[in-house]
């Protein structure tokens, strides 16, 4: 699945965003005088403060180990500074403890809640959460000195708090994901189950016709062999490219077999679209659409079918939606494009990566198709894909 650019330029707005707070905030610890109550621990928090940046920083695999032991490393190294500060003989109380340093741990705290595995993680935040408490005891042990070491444990908890939230989330949208996919391609497999068995039915009956009529009309017997061979070509051609594509077991064996709706129904499709008033489909054809494998059709009616869905859902105020289909020796084209303003929702996590897409981006990659959708040069909305026809071809 490739990356939003928004969500990339957010992110590096949001990192940058932090650095300038922490570059801020080291000054204001120089000015109130970092540097002058120890200069080697100052130097020390500085250090801190830069090397816990450059944790929580870069962009984390899930699960990674290497996270929480950097995190566990950094949170010794502050809680030593702490007590060699407190301990210190010339420590000069109310100068500052350090709050860029601070700031960068409680981003740690952030992105080991979110992104690291339970054991390591729970380990890394203990004690990381414990620097961050007793780190403006490095200024003194007065009881203003305690509250702040108060407010800073609650900031860590907020922070523990945020990221262990946003990995529900995130946990529950990847399940959610999977679940569309799963059922996306259980639902080609039952395609695929229904049309075999439609052309293998259509096989054994014209089997039995030719045997009844052998003898009385030879030439309806050859013509019969013909049609025969010719579904049986291409059920073997459809099954061999959909290896891979597993039917749901726990569908029923005894489900009703009817021809499944391909590109030769999408007249009847655009017709029921146009009949719902708003928004008017027009078919733009270049190119014969017989002859093409059950899976390519299939899967290309069900991206005008998705796309026309979504024109009533999000473009309500569209005029038009256009669907082109173009063969080509290797290729079918698909395009649909709608003239409408696409509304856009905050809404919850679940309608916010368009979960139809998610489905249908599975279907057409299990016939090595490819499909975008992104706002149109001249506004509204395209869906463009494409299905090699020819198995050898390189999507």
């Known amino acids: 699945m490739q990356t939003n650019p928004n969500r990339i330029i957010l992110r590096r707005l949001a990192q940058f965003l932090a650095l300038f707070g922490m570059a801020v905030l080291g000054l204001f610890d120089i000015a109130q005088g970092l540097l002058r109550q120890s200069e080697a621990l100052g130097l020390l928090q500085i250090l801190l403060a830069l090397a816990a940046a450059a944790v929580w920083l870069p962009v984390h695999r899930p699960g990674s180990t290497r996270l929480p032991r950097a995190a566990m490393l950094l949170g010794i190294a502050s809680l030593l500074v702490t007590v060699g500060a407190a301990v210190s003989a010339d420590g000069s109380s109310g100068a500052s403890w ?120 030879p030439k309806r017997v050859l013509h019969a062999l013909d049609q025969i061979e010719r579904a049986g070509a291409e059920t073997m051609t459809s099954m061999r490219r959909m290896v891979g594509v597993l039917r749901d077991p726990e569908s029923k064996p005894d489900a009703p077999l009817a021809p499944v709706a391909g590109l030769g129904d999408l007249g ?19 190119g014969d659409l017989a002859g093409l494998p059950v899976e390519i059709s299939t899967s290309a009616y069900r991206v005008v079918m998705e796309a026309l869905t979504n024109v009533r859902q999000h473009a309500p105020d569209a005029t038009a939606a256009d669907v082109w289909i173009r063969r080509t020796p290797e290729w079918l084209l698909v395009r649909i494009a709608n003239d409408g303003v696409i509304t856009a929702r905050a809404g919850t ?12 981006s599975e279907r057409v990659r299990a016939v090595a198709g490819r499909i975008t959708a992104m706002p149109g040069i001249e506004g509204g909305w395209v869906v463009d894909a494409a299905f090699p026809i020819d198995p050898r071809t390189d999507p």
């Open 98 to 217: 350090g709050l860029a340093e601070s700031a960068a741990l409680l981003g740690v705290c952030y992105v080991v809640a979110r992104h690291s595995p339970p054991g390591w993680g729970a380990t890394a935040l203990l004690i990381v959460g414990a620097a961050v408490s007793f780190a403006p005891l490095r200024s003194g042990q007065e009881a203003l000195y305690v509250i702040f070491g108060l407010i800073q444990a609650l900031a860590a908890a907020a922070a523990i708090g945020l990221g262990i939230y946003l990995r529900i989330i995130e946990g529950s949208r990847q399940r959610a994901v999977d679940a569309v996919r799963a059922e996306q391609r259980a639902e080609f497999a039952r395609d695929l189950h229904d049309f075999i068995a439609h052309h293998v039915t259509g096989i054994v009956v014209q089997a039995q016709g030719a045997k009844f009529i052998a003898e009385q009309d």
């Open 268 to 286: 009847a499709l655009l017709e029921q679209f146009n009949s719902a008033g708003g928004a008017k489909a027009r078919m733009h054809l270049d």
């Open 349 to 360: 996590p679940r309608e916010r990566p368009g979960y139809g897409l998610v489905g249908l």
